[in-house]
């Protein structure tokens, strides 16, 4: 079993929208955890962090952890075309001690 | 603001070449890191360095070799590049304290990396 796992995709929806994101882990030291989104042919870019438990919101973007679950979602409402990427998800436990990204998801938006 | 910048962005190596992989940061993070991605295998920590001077392994650390040049530059360096290092590889960049102690913020656009 993979540490982090998250479904490939493609995952293609509609513009418009309400996208939801999961990444499912096995270790329960973490408490750090990120979401990142890639463009083709680009880098990684930081879209969301949160630590522990509980929901973070960040515009059309809501990061939430289930630490019980060891289940974590990034739900993207209002889903543009430019939001066409692959979203990475990552997690640590103390300060970046065990850090792992999940393999990402491939989102489609389609006009 | 460039934030980290990666150079080259492609590269084609024969086996048995050599070669470095450059990267360069202007956000005076103290933190620096070398990924490679691989289809369906995630981002991989090849090495770390928490500060000038420092570095560490990390998961696939096998087969390179870095250094820590200033407070800005990180470099990756291949000896004998092998088929198996082909691959498209991320140098970030954070800061080093707080939550982003130890884990990747900003992250150049990448050097992609063939070995025939």
């Known amino acids: 079993q993979k540490e982090v796992e998250q479904d490939p995709g493609p995952l293609s929806v509609p513009e418009g929208a309400i996208v939801s994101l999961n990444c499912t882990y096995s270790?329960?030291?973490?408490?750090?955890f990120m979401w990142y989104r890639q463009y083709s042919r680009k880098g990684p870019e930081l879209l969301m962090y949160?630590?522990?438990?509980g929901n973070k919101e960040d515009g059309r973007f809501t990061a939430q952890v289930d630490k019980s679950s060891k289940y974590i979602s990034l739900f993207i409402r209002d889903s543009q075309p430019s939001d066409s990427a692959t979203y990475l998800c990552?997690?640590?436990?103390?300060?970046?001690?065990?850090?792992?990204f999940g393999p990402g998801t491939r989102l489609s938006v389609l006009p | 603001n460039a934030g980290v910048t990666q150079t080259p962005k492609f590269q084609v190596l024969k086996t048995g070449q050599s070669m470095t992989l450059q990267c360069a940061q202007d956000?005076?993070?103290?933190?620096m890191y070398w990924y490679r991605q691989d289809p369906g295998m995630g981002l991989r920590l090849i090495y770390y360095?928490?500060?000038?001077?420092?570095?560490d392994k990390g998961e696939v650390p096998n087969g390179y070799n870095v250094s820590r040049l200033n407070k800005r530059e990180f470099s990756l360096r291949l000896e004998s590049a092998a088929p198996s290092q082909t691959s498209v590889y991320f140098c970030?960049?954070?800061?080093?304290?707080?939550?982003?102690?130890?884990?990747?913020?900003?992250f150049g656009d990448g050097t992609r990396l063939s070995i025939l």
């Open positions: 970030a960049s954070s800061a080093s304290r707080g939550y982003w102690r130890n884990q990747p913020q900003h």
């Open positions: 270790n329960s030291a973490f408490q750090y």
């Open positions: 360095s928490a500060s000038e001077g420092t570095t």
């Open positions: 949160t630590y522990s438990s």
């Open positions: 956000m005076n993070h103290n933190s």
């Open positions: 990552a997690m640590s436990s103390n300060y970046g001690q065990n850090f792992v």
